[in-house]
């Protein structure tokens, strides 16, 4: 597994620069970015809302959203959908894939093997070109993982 959840990788807000891909990283999107980084745990929207609010108590759930929405459009961040259950974050950019396990709820980034091309697992079809994937594979892990 490329990352585990529960995985905390700390970066202040003063590491993350003024400017990322384009985006000027106001005062609530730096917020909203440094959470996503901290907590690598593919949050909801009202998740990251909450947490925010814990040094940004006067956030709204608008400007949240809208931060959120600025971080996917400038690629800094990806939006993951789960069939009728509200989107997610994830700050994962590599190749990977969405493991969910069905007992926990809980999201797992998941590696490609070395050396595995998409080519190897689907048939496309001659001269397709992938510009986005999307998997999630849903299952049971082992107890303790």
Partial sequence: MASRDGDKVPCAPAEIPSELRGLR????RREVYRVLL????????N????????????ISLAT?????DA???????NQVNFDREPSRFCVNLTP??????RDSGRIHDISFKEGCRLTD??????????????LTIRGTLPKGS
């Fill in 25 to 28: 990283m106001t005062r609530q």
């Fill in 38 to 45: 901290h907590d690598r745990d593919h949050p909801t929207a």
């Fill in 47 to 58: 998740e990251v809302f909450r947490r925010v609010q814990e040094d940004m108590p006067t």
């Fill in 64 to 68: 949240v959203y809208n931060c959120l």
């Fill in 71 to 77: 971080l996917v459009d400038h690629g800094l961040v």
């Fill in 96 to 101: 990977h894939v969405h493991f969910q396990d």
């Fill in 121 to 134: 697992l689907l048939d496309l079809p001659e001269g397709a070109e992938v510009s986005r994937l999307e």
